[in-house]
Structures are given as structure tokens and as C-alpha cells.
């Protein structure tokens, strides 16, 4: 058995495959998030009736303990990273002095 800590919870998630999966996951267990473009077909009503679609999903890591050797579990889920921040509860601290800074130094 497991040692669980008392901030697992079950998510919902939205696998690549379209399959949905009811995942327990730790926010503080989870390492390498990181946001994977694709490219993905949808079928249109005009010729050539295939379409391109970008999409984005967010593939990670949970670890079951905190120790080294723990076993891993590894997700490709079908959303983007803002989105999968958001379920979690944690909002992005970006704000408007910031994107006047970015822009007067010539980052964006």
C-alpha cells in the first residue's frame, strides 16, 4: 500500500486518445509538466473535407512517494498547461506591469 498523503484527490482527466480516465493525483507529487503542440485532422463540409487542427495537450508525471525509486505514472492529457494549472487551483502571477516591462525591454 501506498503512503498517502492527506492533499490526494480524484481528477477527471481527458486523455489524447479521447479516453477519460478518473485519476488520484497529488499537486505535489507531480514533476515535468510540460505543453506539447500537435497538429490533429477534423473533417470539413468543404473539399478537400479534411482539415488541420493545432491542439495542445499537457504531458506529466505523478509519483507515488516521495523516495527516489518510487513508481511513476505518466499522463497525456488533452487541455493546455493554463488549464491544467487552473485545476489545481493555482493561478498564473503574470499581470500588466509585467507585459510593460516585456514589451519596453523588447521580450515579446
Sequence with gaps: MYHLE???????????????????????????????????????????????ERKTCVKFTQKMERTPYSDEQTYIIDCNLLGFMSMFGIEPTWNRTMMKSDIRNGEH
Excluded at 492527506?6 to 514533476?31: E, F, H
Design 6 to 52: 492527506d492533499r490526494w484527490g480524484n481528477y477527471d482527466l481527458t486523455l489524447k486518445s479521447g479516453k477519460r480516465v478518473l485519476a488520484c493525483l497529488n499537486p505535489s507529487l507531480i514533476i515535468d509538466p510540460v505543453e506539447i503542440p500537435y497538429t490533429g485532422l477534423r473533417l470539413t463540409k468543404r473539399f478537400p473535407f479534411i482539415g488541420l
